[in-house]
């Protein structure tokens, strides 16, 4: 077991930090409507995204997001909670919104430059082909960023003939080692201690999984992040030098404080933050939407402990965690990708989903749905299957489809 940090000796030093704002764990009425929970990110994550957002149009939620991503990942061989899983903070996290619109790709790009202008060695990799290729760039690169500007990208390459890419990232996510071997070939990956930050639309995130990403899990490992951006900057200012320092300052004076310990530190869980914990982990049912949610609550009261430089997991923490992990289970069930072959079984499973939120007329059903991509005939033949079936009704006299029946 590694050494445990003190409060005394602290992980930064409390007179450089902000403090933590008070939380009413009552004040959660934003998660009902899976809008992002900004009162769950304090300490340096909430500094960061306060004022990248100040400046620039990315929503809030993928500065916050991206900041906490890169945060774990510099830290991702270093901390660890005082449990026998030895769980590390690392995510594998993909931005959700429009094209272009929603400045995904911009956050991403300040994001990892903030760190990198900290740390000149901050090992990002930005794409990668073959489980070979990874298997490379780790055995010198550790721990280490998968940067996808577009996280199609790595569908693509996961889906290519005999490739292992996808089985690979897919162990990573809670191993640090990897291995397959076949006649004549052979990949050894050790020591390896990947996250990853990535951007998608959400139409491409819903349609390009084929099933051997569902068959394998590889959906609920990831770590979603809608958002909307509002355009209200034509010419955004640079963001002054003078802004950004003390929050560099802070990052370098953790990282510093943490070297001299022998990895990983152990962070002790308070017995009020296990309750609060346990009570979420007892209550949460077993659906696909909740599967390695709690995987994320370890990992995320790791990040939250190091962000606002706690030596220990407290109630409060523990509090915003689960508010966290109940948004994400909620945009998990709202965005989750097709599992549907063909092109009338995913245009059935598009009108139910499009349905799911309540009633809708025949225009604004089709312009949600961008019907025009399927064609009038295959609209026409998925809209008579589910009204045979039942699963939809009309009301001639709203002129309103209306969901029957919603499947959990």
């Known amino acids: 077991m590694g050494d445990i940090l003190t409060i005394e000796e602290g992980i930064i030093n409390p007179d450089m930090f902000y403090p933590v704002a008070p939380y009413n764990s009552y ?7 899976h809008k992002f929970p900004r009162y769950a990110i304090q300490g340096l994550a909430k500094e960061f995204a306060d004022l990248h957002s100040g400046y620039l149009e990315s929503p809030w939620a993928f500065w916050a997001n991206s900041f906490l991503t890169c945060l774990g990942n510099l830290f991702a061989d270093r901390f660890t909670l005082e449990s026998q899983l030895r769980p590390q903070p690392r995510f594998y996290t993909v931005l959700l919104g429009e094209s272009a619109d929603d400045r995904k790709s911009e956050c991403i790009r300040q994001s990892v430059s903030f760190f990198s202008e900290i740390f000149p060695e901050y090992p990002i990799c930005r794409g990668v082909g073959s489980a070979e290729g990874l298997a490379e760039w780790l055995r010198s690169h550790c721990p280490s960023l998968l940067v996808f500007d577009e996280f199609k990208t790595f569908a693509s390459k996961a889906m290519t003939g005999p490739s292992v890419l996808l089985s690979c990232v897919n162990t990573l996510f809670e191993e640090n080692r990897y291995q397959n071997c076949t006649k004549g070939h052979s990949i050894q990956i050790n020591s390896a201690y990947l996250s990853i930050l990535a951007a998608s639309t959400v139409q491409t995130y819903q349609r390009m999984w084929t099933p051997s990403f569902m068959d394998i899990g590889f959906i609920n490992r990831l770590w979603i992040v809608p958002g909307r951006a509002q355009r209200r900057v034509s010419i955004p200012l640079s963001i002054p030098e003078r802004e950004k320092a003390p929050l560099k300052k802070i990052l370098s004076f953790m990282f510093e404080s943490v070297s001299r310990f022998v990895p990983p530190i152990c962070l002790p869980i308070t017995p009020g933050a296990h309750d609060i914990f346990s009570d979420w982990y007892g209550r949460t049912s077993g659906s696909v939407f909740t599967k390695r949610l709690d995987t994320y609550g370890h990992r995320l009261m790791i990040l939250f402990s190091i962000n606002e430089g706690k030596a220990e997991v407290t109630p409060d923490i523990a509090e915003r965690v689960v508010g966290l992990l109940e948004w994400q289970r909620g945009v998990r069930k709202e965005y989750d990708p097709i599992d549907a072959e063909g092109k009338i079984a995913k245009l059935e499973q598009l009108i139910r989903k499009g ?33 045979d079936a039942g699963e939809i009704v009309y009301d001639p006299k709203g002129k309103l489809y209306e969901r029957k029946e919603e499947n959990s």
């Open 27 to 33: 004040e959660n009425a934003e998660a009902k409507d």
């Open 355 to 387: 349905l799911a939120k309540g009633p809708l007329d025949k225009r604004t059903l089709q312009r949600q749905l961008h019907y025009e991509r399927f064609g009038l005939s295959a609209w026409n033949t998925a809209m008579k299957n589910l009204e």
